[in-house]
């Protein structure tokens, strides 16, 4: 088990470009989540799944944002047409959903930093 | 809507010093709250959760936390802290949904 990874680590883009996070989630869980965090705060929830289906979206910041889990393994996270407003940490986490399926927390990976010159 | 607080946005110590970061939630129905850590340039590590139970939590690296529905509180105390404690905490909730609401960090601060 080698937890969750994301990639990039880090990503500079332009105005208006469009970015594309990954996360790779512990093999046996099935839930999901994306966070973003800003300078100084605490993470905001944007968005989860549970397996391939896309449960909570209605957190996503604008239409901007999409995410997608097509086979219940990877997930990514696109933001189009970027912002300097958008410039944050992308955290993603999961979890196993059994009974409730907090026993074991929700396990974060390290992050994408994301920043919009 | 839970909503989490946390009372201090830093707190300074002294090495060895006890500590206590202050959380409050706003929700007790089925309620479960963790405590996060957080190292610079670093995702965020389960320090400890309360699910259900006794309401004395221990954790990792020495900490623990108290479950208290009266007051709504789940604040988070070490007895002597050291050097590498030094980090963000992050308190976080849920009513049995599916989504984690954060508190805004505290930065704990640990002198020599």
């Known amino acids: 088990d080698t937890g969750v990874s994301q990639n990039p680590r880090h990503k500079i883009t332009k105005r208006g470009q469009n970015v594309t996070f990954r996360c790779d989630p512990i093999?046996?869980?099935?839930?999901l989540y994306w966070y973003r965090q800003t300078l100084g705060q605490g993470p905001e929830f944007l968005t989860y799944?549970?397996?391939?289906?896309?449960?909570?979206k209605s957190r996503l910041l604008s239409d901007r944002f999409s995410a997608e889990r097509p086979k219940g393994s990877f997930s990514t996270l696109e933001i189009q047409r970027t912002e300097q407003g958008d410039s944050a940490m992308y955290l993603c986490a999961s979890s196993l959903d059994m009974a409730g399926g907090y026993g074991y927390g929700y396990t974060f990976g390290s992050g994408t930093r994301l920043t919009v010159v | 809507a839970q909503s989490v607080t946390q009372l201090d946005s830093q707190v300074p110590v002294f090495e060895e010093a006890p500590v206590e970061l202050r959380c409050n939630y706003s929700?007790?129905?089925?309620?479960?709250l963790f405590w996060y850590v957080q190292y610079p340039n670093q995702g965020l590590q389960l320090l400890l959760k309360y699910l259900s139970g006794s309401t004395l939590v221990k954790g990792i690296n020495g900490f623990e936390a108290e479950f208290n529905k009266s007051q709504t509180s789940f604040h988070l105390r070490k007895p002597s802290v050291h050097i590498s404690d030094t980090a963000e905490y992050f308190c976080?909730?849920?009513?049995?949904?599916?989504?984690?609401?954060f508190g805004g960090g505290t930065r704990l601060m640990v002198k020599p």
């Open positions: 976080a909730a849920t009513n049995a949904g599916n989504m984690l609401t």
């Open positions: 799944f549970q397996n391939e289906a896309q449960l909570e």
């Open positions: 929700s007790s129905v089925s309620v479960y």
């Open positions: 093999s046996e869980h099935n839930r």
